[in-house]
């Protein structure tokens, strides 16, 4: 008779904590779930930034091998500037033309090669990216260009 007391007494004990501990596991659960999906979001963010600096490297690479580059460079007066995007389609970012001056000196340096004069741009690109293109990243080269 006292164990069908005991029973009665306890009635929804079981129920209860149990519930409670599933309480505790449903919001570890929504705890980890909200931390991979901002993980994910961070990555996500870092692969759009990669992504524009390749661009950009690229749209560099496409500047230097224009075959306009030469011409435009030999044309510039001191000080002047011009728009990237006239070589490279899409591009956003300057060439400026920094100052006319000595070359640096060539490993294979020899009295028939002696161009001493040289031009100095410098080439400043810009890319958005992310969400909105809220973002954005910058690359800068430096252009020498001997002087005839």
């Given at each position: 008779m006292e164990s069908a007391m005991a029973i009665r007494s306890q009635n929804g004990a079981a129920l209860?904590?149990?519930m409670i501990f599933l309480l505790i596991l449903s919001f570890l659960g929504g705890v980890l779930l909200s931390?991979?999906?901002q993980g994910l979001k961070v990555a996500a963010a870092m692969g759009d930034r990669l992504g524009a600096e390749h661009a950009l490297e690229g749209e560099m690479n496409q500047l230097v091998i224009d075959p306009n580059l030469q011409g435009a460079i030999g044309s510039m007066t001191p000080a002047e500037s011009m728009a990237i995007s006239g070589f490279v389609a899409g591009a956003d970012g300057t060439l400026s033309h920094t100052i006319d001056g000595?070359?640096?000196?060539?490993?294979s340096a020899s009295s028939n090669n002696a161009i001493t004069q040289c031009r100095y741009l410098r080439a400043d690109a810009n890319k958005k990216?992310?969400?909105?293109?809220?973002a954005s990243t910058s690359?800068?080269?430096?252009i020498e260009q001997p002087m005839l």
């Open positions: 209860f904590v149990a931390n991979s999906n000595v070359c640096a000196r060539s490993f990216y992310g969400k909105a293109n809220r690359i800068a080269a430096g």
